[in-house]
């Protein structure tokens, strides 16, 4: 380095240190005041982990941010700060679909902060029996991807578990195709999630017709698959490439480049209202003429807002649907509470899934 140069960065670098020293200073003190929080609460009954507290301390920085930090970095590292700090007072373990290197797993460590145990699941199946048996404190689950729509599977759980939503998460999903050697030289087959392979179907059909396209259980065991067989290629993310030392052939092969899926986290807690919360639902309505719209007329009298409605059939042959609604607000706000109890009385079918802080 050139003497002008490291003249010119000793001092700051000088300034960093000092400034890391203060850092360091006062999360060792808010680690130890977390800890005083912990013991107030064994004294009390109720959960650890409390997602509307966690919600507005991100908000109430983000508030106070003028830069040069974007917002999403605030929420990163803070994220990470109370995962730690929760992690001090208990910790927590997380089921998701695994193997490692899954986006369930992406958007679960930044959901929960990498302070966790983590507790690989084979399908979503079984990442809700984890939490139900509490084999798993809590559970990421994929719920719908910009592109392809509804995991409908999820759908179905939700349906008839005993766990309740307490978060969402949303990730960016860029699919990578990966090999063993780098390059396709010999390779005959594709493997992926549907998800993925339905999401990369452009690039492939453009670029590889020829490949066959199989299936896997997740794009993370089809990178385990590739790493053991030099004739398959897997479509999965940049962290499953470094974890079964495979090489990218092509970054990026997502049809729509703002490719996103957003996941739940579902656990045994009900977060209080963080001041800005959304309520999921699971409604059915008898067969007749009008009876979706004096469904919903409740939430439009109440001036609820509704940010999604997705249907799926409720598979009793009679072109009956359950409908999944997600609304503005939490289930104790005044107005939300009352168009939820008109809604209840009118539904065949009505299931809170839960109230949960919007995504910082
Ligand atoms: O405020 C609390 O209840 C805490 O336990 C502290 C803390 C934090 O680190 O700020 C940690 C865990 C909770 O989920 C919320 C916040």
């Not at 470094?242 to 986290?265: C, E, K, Y």
């Amino acid at each position: 380095m050139d003497d002008v140069l490291a003249q010119k960065l000793a001092p700051l670098r000088a300034r960093i240190d000092a400034i890391d020293a203060e850092v360091f200073a006062l999360l060792t003190e808010r680690a130890r005041t977390a800890l005083a929080v912990g013991e107030v609460k064994q004294h009390v009954s109720g959960p650890v982990l409390r997602p509307e507290r966690e919600a507005q301390v991100i908000r109430r920085l983000q508030d106070m941010n003028t830069g040069p930090l974007p917002g999403t970095a605030i929420a990163a590292i803070w994220g990470e700060i109370m995962s730690a700090c929760r992690a001090l007072e208990e910790p927590a373990k997380v089921a998701f679909l695994g193997p490692q290197g899954t986006y369930t797993e992406v958007a679960a460590l930044a959901h929960f902060g990498h302070a966790v145990d983590t507790v690989p699941c084979i399908n979503f199946d079984e990442v809700f029996r984890a939490v139900e048996a509490g084999r798993a404190d809590f559970g990421m689950v994929a719920l719908e991807n910009s592109n392809e729509g509804a995991v409908n599977r999820v759908l179905d759980l939700l349906l008839t578990t005993s766990a309740k939503v307490l978060g969402e998460r949303s990730v960016p999903v860029h699919h990578c195709l990966m090999t063993r050697s780098g390059t396709l030289d010999g390779v005959v087959r594709v493997r992926a999630h549907p998800q993925a392979l339905a999401q990369c179907q452009s690039w492939l059909s453009e670029h590889r017709p020829d490949l066959i396209r199989e299936s896997a259980s997740s794009n993370a065991e089809a990178a385990r698959m590739a790493a053991e067989d030099p004739t398959v290629a897997a479509i999965a993310s940049e962290q499953a490439a470094g974890l079964w030392d495979l090489r990218i052939v092509a970054p990026h092969i997502q049809d729509d480049p703002h490719n996103r899926t957003r996941f739940l986290a579902i656990g045994h807690i009900e977060p209080a209202p963080s001041g800005k919360d959304k309520t999921s639902l699971i409604l059915a309505v008898p067969n007749e003429a009008g009876a979706v719209y004096e469904m919903l007329k409740p939430l439009a009298d109440n001036g609820v807002s509704m940010t999604r409605f997705e249907s799926r059939p409720a598979r009793t042959g009679q072109w009956e649907y359950y409908f999944y609604v997600d609304i503005e607000g939490h289930q104790q706000d005044a107005k939300v509470a009352t168009a939820l109890a008109v809604l209840k009385s009118r539904a065949a079918f009505f299931k809170v899934l839960g109230s949960y802080p919007v995504a910082p």
